[in-house]
């Protein structure tokens, strides 16, 4: 153990060794990078500025977006520049700091959409008693929960990590930071600080996705008994965007953070990763969001209230 050395950077191997598909892929996730990031703050915007919006299905849309822009900016910037430069180095601090933002974003974003299963329920379930149940206090209150407990685990999740000695090997085989590969280059023969963070890890995203799953069925159940079909399509077209969203972060993640050390990850693990960091926070404004007619009446009114007052000064 004395003539191993220890690990004082770390090697990102990335997506491709090859010059010119570095430049492809780079080229590739930079415009998929700024889309995402047009997106999100559209969304964002629209919901700040627009007062129809302002209701707690959005509020917490809102935070959402917010946490898919910095999850996505985590990552994928050096990412980015490691494949313009030809580099794929990154310091352990670096690697540090992406690990504590990646799992703090993503237990609170799992957190926020369980919280979004709330509201739905609530809204179907219990429709006369929305807004007393559904007040600024009680949305404020799980979102900053939810951030909370989203920072308290990646903390914790990070020191685990960290506080292992990594030696030989310093070459991680994905584009970030991942748990699997710094677990598998690690020297230490006591993981039990770690392996617990996993298990809570998992843990909490087991209640989640419990939470949700018994949401649902009480407001399928109930979307079922309505009346109109009319009223059972709008209510389906609430629900079913947020189940597909969390079901591919849900998964994505499950694999991101809770698979097998692998020291030659497979063209599967690399795609999932993908679909992980940059694929989910595309498709939350994309699936659940710019389709929704509100947010398309609301930046109408955006549009109008912009370009009428220019053509009035003009």
Known sequence: MANVPLVTDFLLVGLSDVWEFQIVHGVLFLVIYLVVLMSNFLIITLIILDFQLQTPVYFFLKNLS?????????????????????????????????????????????????????????????????????????????????????????????????????????????????????????????????????????CLGVSCFICIMVSYVYTFSTVLKMPTTKGQSKAFSTCFPHLVVFTIFIITAYFVYLKSPSSTPSAIDKAVSVIYTVISPLLNPAIYSLKNKDMKQALMRLLQRRYGQESYFI
């Open 66 to 202: 917010f946490m898919d822009v910095f999850l996505v900016s985590v990552s994928i910037p050096k990412f980015i520049i490691n494949n313009f430069i030809h580099s794929s180095s990154i310091s352990i601090l670096g690697c540090a700091f992406q690990l504590l933002l990646m799992t703090s974003f993503s237990a609170s974003e799992i957190f926020i959409l369980t919280a979004m299963s709330y509201d739905h329920y609530v809204a179907i379930c219990c429709p006369l008693h929305y807004e007393v149940i559904m007040n600024g206090s009680t949305c404020t209150l799980m979102v900053g929960v939810s951030w909370a407990i989203g920072g308290l685990f990646g903390t914790v999740y990070t020191i685990g990590t960290f506080s292992l000695p990594f030696c030989g090997s310093n070459v991680i085989p994905q584009f970030f930071c991942d748990v699997s590969s710094l677990l598998r280059i690690s020297c230490s023969e006591t993981l039990t600080v770690i392996y617990t963070s996993i298990g809570i890890g998992g």
